[in-house]
């Protein structure tokens, strides 16, 4: 004999009665689910077996057959007439009654198995948690009992799920998750993953997803296979947040927006403490793996504390070689301590076109990036921008100390902040108000193969004494660069400059360097070149340089063609404070040029259409000027011919107190030394 498993159902209200009085024939019953008008299923026979209709329809005395329910499920009854008019709609219907009335049975009628646990296929455990509370599906919680069966479909129900307790969820797959969902931890609620090579939550096409104060964690990530694996991974999705997480000892990434993320935002999240180590590991990032895929856009990753530490970038944002360039992204207000490649990484190869992404980097603190990754000693910058794609990205308002810290090369812009290879046809970079500070190795700014031209503005750059291989700001073979109001303070004085231009192997141009204040270096504004290569259309305007151990500003042999030197406050010490040599077509005027030592400026060699006129002050005449070169011409002010100095054939003294009749200015004939060789004719006024 089979024991009955369902309840018999009993009609909550009198037999149906017609407006004369007499029974009602032909009156059905109709049956939900509680709270919905979803069907549910009735039975003919207690075990639950012979499925009866639904609505079902009364005999002509108003008489139901016998009708069983199953007591695992909360019921809706509605009772209308053979027309259809409602007579009665009982929600929620009990099937046993009293004896049902336990905490499950309580749960059943207050939190009912829903339409979306329906929908989903999900059955709740323990009804006497609502819908959403990960406990009602039945997991351990443990952090030993594998739970993922219990977790997926906790996840699948989707809408608003939390995780209301300070405990641990085991799980050993990727947990799928899906649209218009929120999910929501305590302190403590902790996910971990024991499997390796798989996420912890994925998102594939969807949107409006938040994640919220889980606590995502890995304790053999080390041994895992792939870097492409995350605590979270949104593939293709848009408009979903991640906040309020802590990562820790991730494999691959920590938060990944890839192949086509869009609209979303990681904020507030804590990464730490990276199992997983080597190329393309990183706490955050933003890619496109797939060739030909959608590009990520518009994203934001913002105030995050990312100290990975073992994984090669704090946050990238960058095409992996696929073709695909992330555009219009945000990292902001984050944190990042320790990393092996790179704090910021901005990797934009692209196509071999030139294009705009317009990423931005604004508002971070960078800080010990070594520079140790396997397998490229040239990384270590804080914040790294490179390629055909790097079109119109702005570093602004950053904070960088200490990074480069075991950089051994320097093919990658090793710097506080490195740009390199960015080509003509790309809207401008822009590096504007960062703090770079504590560099022990290589330099503060570091702009090389710029062709798209940057503006490098009110920055501030302090490099230590002890720091020999780096410049505090750098400008190498590149266009159209303007460097604008920085605040550079150089401590070694004995081998590193404040602002270098160089032209090594390639030309430069259209450089701009104004309104700077730079403190010591061995010179404070420096050119470099080899292989003859020179820059063109150098401008030097309305600095202040002081403190240097050599020269405030030095040109060196072939580097400036078509240079202006001008509004410039130049302070040398024991050396000259303005030295040239071999320069072609360079004005200097409205100068103040000072220095303690015997020369005060200073040509040499061939510098052809060259200019130093009277307008320059500070110099004087005499021991000060120098001009052992040929085809500069000196112009200054005076009340004699020199006695001293050493002088070019046309160099002029402009009389400093012309009388009628009297001189007007002494011009050089003979090259030579003031008071010696050289020959300086009177020339009147009359």
Known sequence: MTTPVGALFYNPVAKPLSSNGTFMSGCTATFYLTGTTTAATIYADGALTTPLANPLSADASGTFV???????????????????????????????????????GLGKVFYPQTAAEVSASVTPVDYFYPQGDVRRYGPALDGVTDDTTELQNWVKVGGNLTFPVPQTAKISAALTLLSNTTITGVKGATILQGANDVDHFKATSQSYITIRGLHFLKTSGGSGTTVHVAGVELNGCTYCLVENCVFEGMQGIGVWFTNGTSYCTARGNTILNHLGSGNETADISIDTQVVSGPACAFNVVDGNFCYGAISEFGISCWDPDVGVLPLKNLICNNRIGPHQGYGILFYMPGSASPANTFNQAIGNQIEGILGNVAGNPNSGAG?????????????VHNQIRNCCIDTSGTSLAPAGIGINSTPSGCAPLVIQGNVIEGMTQYHGILLTGVAAGASVVGNSITQPQANSTGNALQVVNSFDVGVYGNTISQLNTTTQDGIVVEALGASSGAITVANNIVSGGLNGIRTIQSGGNTITGLIVEGNHVTGCGGGSLVFDSGTVTNGLVANNNLRGTTNPAISQTACTSVRYSNNFVVSSGSVIV?????????????????????????????????????????????????????????????????????????????????????
Do not use: H, M
């Open 66 to 104: 016998p009708i069983y329910l199953d007591p695992d499920v909360i019921y809706r009854v509605q009772i209308k007439t053979s027309t259809g008019s409602l007579i009665s709609d009982t929600d929620p219907y009990i099937p046993s009654g009293l004896s049902n009335l336990t905490q499950q």
């Open 602 to 686: 200073s040509f040499s060699g061939a510098n052809t259409g060259s200019s130093y006129d009277k307008s320059n002050v500070g110099s004087g005449i005499g021991a000060g000027v120098s001009n052992a070169g040929t085809g500069l011409q000196v112009e200054q002010y005076g009340g004699t011919s020199p006695a001293a100095g050493t002088w070019a054939v046309g160099d002029r003294i402009v009389n400093s107190s012309p009388v009628a009749a009297g001189v007007a200015f002494w011009i050089c004939t003979t090259a030579g030394t003031g008071g010696g060789t050289a020959v300086f004719k009177t020339i009147s006024n009359t």
């Open 383 to 395: 914040i790294y921008v490179v390629g055909n794609g790097s079109g119109g990205t702005q570093i």
